[in-house]
């Protein structure tokens, strides 16, 4: 018998490689990808402006790095004894309003550079619902915990996400003529919302993201919601919340993403990488012990090697780590 969907997941072309350089942002689920990424050495930049879930932050954050924005001190509200930025992540929150704008901007100037020369953006949406300032209705990225009625709720239509995604990627298509952009819909189920709501939401996104994809030859997709959500299809996958995919829902998501958007030598030398940083965590039960020391040398050689080859990724602490410095 068959217990699970089939699901035919198309390779995606070009194919994603160590040569390229990919920007991240998102909700928490492209965290889950730029980590798993970042662990095995791609060289990316992921959420310049922390998480991200609805398309109007993201397409406003995307905005401010092709522009290089600077934010000021006006742009920051004091609230709950800390400064925040209605467009950042609490990551960038702080006591002191000159070390936050400090850290805002650095983040800006970095992600300005880095889209600049990506050859991938990788764009993970997770709600429709749009959170607005009641006082001039301008849209927030988080709401730090501000009392309810600060903001007004909003549930995008699907011709407000794909005016906003529109309008972003022609600017960064003037921008970044190279970069290619794969979209996916974050499998996190916005249970705050209520079921009804969440599935009105996250159908408002998939139908605008592939009405951009079927336009754009330079646009993909990743069915990321679609593997946990059709194909794993059960409970047991998700953590008690019931919301978030577990470790092996999210690991079954990364494996196809690797196998349909990566070729055969990419995989192959991730698998390698990943083997050298299973080994650098390890913890020995006797790190002065002559197996262990053999152990480590054969890991030195192991990574030299592959810095050789590979020059262009950095595996200057696996070197250290194994070197003994």
């Not at 960038?92 to 600049?116: C, R």
């Not at 849209?139 to 309008?167: G, M």
């Not at 092996?248 to 998501?253: D, E, K, L, R």
Request: glycine share 4%.
């Amino acid at each position: 018998m068959q217990f699970q969907a089939n699901i035919t997941i198309k390779p995606l072309q070009p194919s994603i490689s160590y040569h390229d350089k990919l920007l991240l942002i998102g909700s928490c689920f492209t965290e889950h990808i730029g980590n798993y990424l970042m662990d095995v050495k791609f060289r990316i930049l992921q959420n310049p402006n922390g998480i991200l879930f609805d398309p109007i932050s993201v397409c406003n954050s995307l905005t401010s790095y092709i522009q290089n924005r600077q934010y000021t001190a006006d742009d920051l509200v004091y609230l709950n004894e800390a400064w925040h930025s209605w467009q950042h992540h609490s990551r960038f929150s702080g006591i002191d309003k000159d070390e936050v704008l400090a850290h805002i901007n650095q983040s800006q100037q970095t992600a300005h550079q880095f889209l600049k020369e990506a050859d991938w953006l990788i764009i993970t949406l997770g709600s429709s619902f749009v959170y607005k300032l009641v006082d001039g209705l301008v849209p927030v990225a988080n709401c730090h915990k501000a009392p309810a009625q600060t903001f007004q709720k909003h549930l995008s239509t699907i011709e407000e996400t794909i005016v906003a995604l529109d309008t972003v990627l022609y600017q960064l298509f003037q921008f970044n003529p190279d970069v290619k952009v794969l979209f996916t819909i974050s499998p996190v189920r916005h249970l705050r919302d209520g079921v009804v709501d969440n599935n009105r939401s996250k159908a408002r996104l998939i139908e605008a993201v592939h009405h951009l994809v079927n336009k754009f030859d330079k646009l993909h997709y990743f069915p990321a919601y679609e593997l946990v959500v059709d194909v794993l299809r059960d409970y047991r996958f998700f953590d008690i919340d019931l919301a978030h995919p577990n470790y092996a829902a999210t690991q079954f998501v990364l494996e196809h993403f690797a196998e349909s958007c990566m070729n055969k030598d990419t995989q192959q030398l991730m698998e390698e990488i990943k083997k050298l940083v299973i080994a650098r965590n390890h913890k020995p039960f006797n790190p002065t012990s002559n197996q262990h020391q053999q152990f480590l040398k054969g890991q030195l050689q192991k990574a030299k090697a592959l810095q050789e080859l590979h020059p262009y990724l950095d595996f200057s602490h696996e070197l250290a780590f194994f070197g003994g410095k």
